[in-house]
């Protein structure tokens, strides 16, 4: 089975901060997510990577910034946390050439920030 | 400009009875088509999907149907059972998304009632 793994299940931040969520796949997939959901407004894409050190703006990147360094890694960082970035976080990853791109989910970083 | 719409935040049924969660889309470019389930405190799941040549796809108790003239899918499931009850997210792939990225709905919570 694909693992996706998220470092932290909860968080709490302050203000100001500067915030690393993490990922890791186990499954040697290509493309790597960053999401986050919030209530009525779905899943909102803030960045994604199709391969290592390549990476791309999705919906909503203002504010967040990502690291893919290893092919099994993607960091998503809030340089100075805000209270509107108070979300739940999802990581993602898929297979490049299956042609369904079914994307694996990790189990989610619900992130407060005071 | 919302590519993908689910119109109907929330469903309640009652256990063995149909359910039916429906998703549109604005994009004709979409031609890979996928729902995914999300339980509280989970990451999403891929649950099924259909490639706009067909236009029904069934896994058990589950079908999709696709509209393409009305750009138009629905999620079928027969009979509901209360462990059905969850977030449903309708998702589309553009045609060669060497990317992997898929525009998401806002999701459907549906509620199985027993």
Redo the contacts between chains.
């Keep these: 089975d694909v693992k996706v793994t998220q470092s932290s299940r909860y968080l709490v931040k302050r203000t100001g901060e500067k915030v690393f969520l993490e990922c890791v796949q186990d499954m040697d997939h290509e493309n790597m997510f960053w999401y986050r959901q919030d209530p009525g407004l779905g899943l909102r894409l803030i960045y994604f990577s199709y391969d290592v050190k390549m990476k791309e703006k999705g919906d909503i990147p203002e504010g967040y910034s990502v690291s893919r360094e290893k092919k099994e890694r993607f960091s998503l960082i809030l340089e100075s946390a805000s209270t509107n970035q108070t979300s739940m976080y999802l990581c993602a990853s898929s297979f490049s050439g299956s042609g369904t791109n079914i994307q694996y989910f990790g189990a989610g970083t619900r992130l407060s920030v005071l | 400009d919302q590519q993908v719409k ?1 119109n109907s ?1 929330s469903l309640s049924v009652q256990e063995g009875r149909i359910s039916i969660l429906n998703c549109d889309y604005t994009n004709s470019m979409f031609d ?1 088509f ?1 729902w ?1 389930k999300k339980y509280p ?6 649950l099924i ?1 259909i490639s706009s040549i067909k236009d029904k796809n069934e896994d058990g108790r589950f079908t999709v149907f696709l509209n393409k003239s009305a750009k138009h899918l629905s999620l079928h499931i027969v009979p509901s059972q209360p462990g059905d009850s969850a977030v449903y ?1 309708c ?1 589309a ?1 553009p045609h060669n ?6 525009t ?4 459907t919570t549906l509620t199985v009632k027993p």
């Design positions: 689910q935040p890979y996928l995914y405190a989970e990451g999403p799941t891929f999907s997210f998702a792939n998304t060497n990317a992997g990225k898929s998401f709905g806002d999701g």
